[in-house]
Each structure stands twice: as C-alpha cells, then as structure tokens.
C-alpha cells in the first residue's frame, strides 16, 4: 500500500511553453501533499506544501505564479512549470501524507519527473 | 547557515567496512529524525528512524544526540548495494509537516 505515482516520468520541452506534472496517491487519500525540486548533486528542496481544497503554500523564494500548484481532490495534485526556462531543468518530485495516519510525519514519495528544458 | 549539515563525501570503501555518517541539524525544535537512502535518478526511500536511545536495523545503527544537535548512521559489513546516497532528515512537527533534507553523504562500496 501508500503508492505514489508521476507522470510523466521525463519530459522535455522548449523554453516558454508549459509544462504539467501529475502526482497521484493510488490507493489512500492524501490530505497534503509536498512539491521537492532537486538539481544535479544537490539535495531535495521543498517547493510547496498543498491540502487539499486550499492554496499552496510555498517556501521562501518559489515563484507561486511560475510553478502553479493543484490539489483538487484528495488523490490527485498538479505542479504547472508556467514559461519553462532551461534553468527550470531538475528532478521534481512529489510525495504524500494521508490523513491520520500514524506517524503523522510519514510521507510517501512519488518516483520523480525529471524535466529538461531546451 | 544551512538547517541540516552533512558531509557530502564520497565516501569509498571496500566491501566488509564499517562506515559512519555524521549529520547536524539547527532547529532546536528539530522533533523526528530520519535516514534516507536516494540511489541515481530515483526517489528518496525511507531507511530508518532515529530514536533517542538509539537504535539497530540489521547492519544499520543510528544515534541521536539532542544536546549537540548530532545524527550518526554507522553501516557495518558493507555491500555493493550499499552504494547510494544518504540523506539525513528531520522533522519540526508543526502543522506543516515539512520534511527539511541534508544535501546528503554519497557512499560508493567497491569489491
């Protein structure tokens, strides 16, 4: 059980254009939800946090009109790379945490989307 | 200064050493502490808790000192699938949840 899904898994896309990126919780229901970005050698930075049903909520110095974040149901939560740049490249990854479950702090990561923009 | 502190590495060992990683943190109200272990391209998984007392899964030992504000992953009788990187994490525990990561020590086992 506590399976997190991504997809696309590798996406590459030309400077200025969109991109979405979906994370799915297949078989709980995931209250919150965590946005990481990771470059190269460095370690998982946390983006934003979204509950479901309410804004995000994001960390010092992301950009929340660059990376718009959707938790509209409780299985499901988008992060929208608006106006890709090449220095938008990393790995994004998502992972969830379901309501009450015991430890709180428990969260379940998604496999990653790795994102070239060219 | 950064919230969680690792050495980055790389760490090379043969195969049957014993291996320890050192972490700090810098929020006092730091309350759950974490190994994970993230291999190339892939996901951080979960490795082990770290309890106050300390303690053992296996081959894996971790400690906690809350005075020093000090993590330790120790790793005896190494394996080639050891190989990975190890992230050190800990957890405010307030209403975020939020997970804070170390930039995590690489460790390469060699044969």
């Known amino acids: 059980g506590a399976v997190v899904s991504q997809h696309p898994s590798w996406v590459i896309c030309k400077s200025g254009t969109s991109v979405k990126i979906e994370c799915r919780s297949l078989?709980?229901?995931?209250?919150?939800m965590f946005w990481y970005r990771q470059f190269p050698k460095q370690s998982l930075m946390l983006m934003a946090t979204?509950?479901?049903?309410?804004?995000?909520?994001?960390e010092q110095g992301v950009e929340k009109d660059k990376f718009l974040i959707n938790h509209a149901s409780l299985t499901l939560s988008t992060l929208t790379v608006t106006s890709a740049h090449p220095e938008d490249s990393s790995f994004y990854i998502c992972?969830?945490?379901?309501?009450?479950?015991?430890?709180?702090?428990?969260?379940?990561f998604g496999p990653g989307t790795r994102l070239t923009v060219t | 200064r950064k919230e969680v502190e690792q050495d980055p590495g790389p760490f090379n060992v043969p195969e049957g050493a014993t291996v320890a990683f050192n972490c700090t943190y810098s929020?006092?109200?730091?309350?759950?502490f974490f190994w994970y272990r993230q291999d190339c391209r892939k996901e951080p998984k979960l490795l082990m808790s770290?309890?106050?007392s300390g303690n053992e899964d296996g081959r894996f030992t971790a400690q906690l000192n809350r005075a020093s504000q000090y993590i330790s992953l120790l790793i005896r009788d190494s394996k080639l699938s050891d190989s990975a990187t190890y992230l050190c994490?800990?957890?405010?525990?307030?209403?975020?949840?939020?997970?804070?990561f170390g930039s995590g020590t690489r460790l390469l086992v060699r044969p």
């Open positions: 770290v309890y106050s």
């Open positions: 979204s509950n479901e049903g309410s804004k995000a909520t994001y």
């Open positions: 992972s969830a945490r379901e309501l009450a479950r015991t430890p709180p702090y428990e969260q379940y």
């Open positions: 994490v800990v957890n405010v525990m307030d209403s975020s949840y939020k997970l804070i």
């Open positions: 078989d709980f229901q995931a209250t919150t």
């Open positions: 929020n006092s109200a730091s309350q759950s």
